[in-house]
């Protein structure tokens, strides 16, 4: 029996969508992708649409899975609060979310990391005041360039959106504090609970 299934994805950098849309929506037409004009600082300067107020162009309780690979790596707090409020809205009851994550718990100020993770880009120095000790970022001139965050404080926030921690955290490679690793970056796989739908 062939399963009907249909993946959609947005992103903020237009060329990116361009290049999706002309090379595996003609194969695949299951496929779908749609420009999101949010403002990054690093990666869409001149969005128009604000990250912490934007809607997810997608009906609620649509998916089953929602994947963000190194999306809240450039992200400030208000905005990926945003983004979890969205992904419970447009997740349905009992499904997955697997969100990468530099994870500050991991973060050791001057430790040799691997490869180009040793990179001062990747220093995680820089607390903003008003968001305490929860979240840094390496540049205070560009801080959604690169940044991390504490996994208590996502944990919290994913529970006042409606989603909760499934499975232990999967530590990556990025900080150089653990023997194994699962990829480059720290993952948290959230779910939706069935009353919460």
């Not at 979890?84 to 991991?106: I, N, Q, T």
Request: negative net charge; glycine residues 8%.
């Amino acid at each position: 029996m062939q399963l009907e299934a249909a993946y959609h994805g947005f992103d903020i950098c237009n060329y990116k969508i361009q290049f999706l849309q002309n090379t595996f929506v003609p194969r695949f037409p299951n496929f779908s992708f749609v420009h999101a004009d949010v403002h990054n600082t690093t990666y869409n300067p001149g969005g128009r649409l604000k990250a912490s107020e934007f809607t997810f162009p997608y009906a609620d309780e649509t998916f089953d899975l929602i994947y963000a690979a190194s999306v809240f790596t450039h992200m400030l707090p208000d905005n990926a609060e945003r983004y979890f409020h969205e992904s419970a809205r447009v997740l349905k009851p009992g499904g997955r979310c697997v969100f990468s994550f530099f994870l500050l718990d991991y973060y050791v100020r001057g430790q040799a990391r691997p490869f180009t993770f040793n990179l001062e880009y990747f220093n995680l120095d820089n607390h903003l005041e008003r968001y305490g000790t929860d979240f840094a970022t390496a540049q205070l001139a560009n801080p959604e360039d690169m940044t991390g965050f504490r996994s208590s404080w996502l944990e919290r926030k994913g529970r006042e959106a409606g989603l909760r921690v499934a499975e232990p955290i999967l530590p990556g490679l990025w900080s150089g504090s653990h023997d194994s690793w699962t990829g480059a970056q720290d993952i948290i796989v959230f779910t939706k609970d069935e009353q919460l739908g």
